[in-house]
């Protein structure tokens, strides 16, 4: 008898191999456990999909604040822009009218001042300051917005009183494929602007989700 044979026909080495062979772990199943956010995870909270509003509602350290996206500061330097267009075009109306009485030098140097104001300020700063002051939360409790720029509001809305909430689109949002998110109680409407129109529509179900379990009728 071969010295190698264990007597079940086999030789050791083969048993070994065949009862020791385990297969590798399964390294994405272990990435797929409690701390996967998925691969459409965006950290800033924009342009993420709708799946991950609920799971990104609260963090370790508590409920997480969102950002809008991007694009807003563009949406409101556009629509400060357009509104600027038409207050100097009544100006410029008003200087044709009282040109005998102020001069012409005067008029277009008057008009040129509040539209290089209007444009610096209205169109540059403001819609910077605002997107980065700008934040919401969202919880199974409430919805929390905080905004303002020289004054700073924070406003929490308690999913209790929610009774109703959709999304809007003009043709501005459109274009930028935002949406926004209203927020409606008995006493007010609350608004998160310039939101990417999949998470809008998101943060919109999973308001009415909550507030229907705190049991409103929504």
């Not at 109306?93 to 001069?103: D, E, I, R, S, T």
Request: hydrophobic share 45%; aromatic share 4%; with cysteine.
């Amino acid at each position: 008898m071969d010295k190698n044979d264990n007597g079940l026909g086999e030789s050791p080495s083969s048993s070994a191999a065949a009862g020791d062979h385990t297969s590798p772990p399964d390294s994405a199943g272990i990435r797929g456990g409690a701390h996967d956010t998925g691969a459409g995870h965006d950290p800033t909270g924009q342009r993420s999909s709708g799946g991950q509003v609920a799971h990104e509602a609260t963090g370790d350290d508590g409920p997480r604040e969102h950002t809008l996206d991007p694009a807003a500061r563009t949406v409101w330097a556009l629509r400060s822009a357009m509104l600027g267009l038409g207050i100097v075009v009544a100006g410029g109306v008003a200087a044709v009218l009282f040109l005998a009485a102020v001069g012409v030098g005067i008029a277009l140097a008057g008009a040129v001042a509040v539209l290089v104001v209007w444009s610096v300020v209205l169109c540059g700063v403001v819609p910077a300051v605002r997107l980065r002051i700008w934040r919401y939360v969202l919880t199974p409790e409430y919805v929390e917005i905080v905004r303002g720029i020289l004054i700073r509001k924070r406003t929490m809305v308690p999913m209790v009183r929610i009774q109703h909430a959709d999304t809007k689109q003009g043709p501005l949002l459109r274009h930028f494929d935002l949406s926004e998110v209203h927020i409606y109680t008995a006493a007010s409407d609350h608004v998160i602007p310039a939101v990417a129109r999949d998470r809008a529509e998101a943060l919109r179900r999973h308001i009415i989700e909550f507030a229907g379990g705190s049991g409103e009728d929504v």
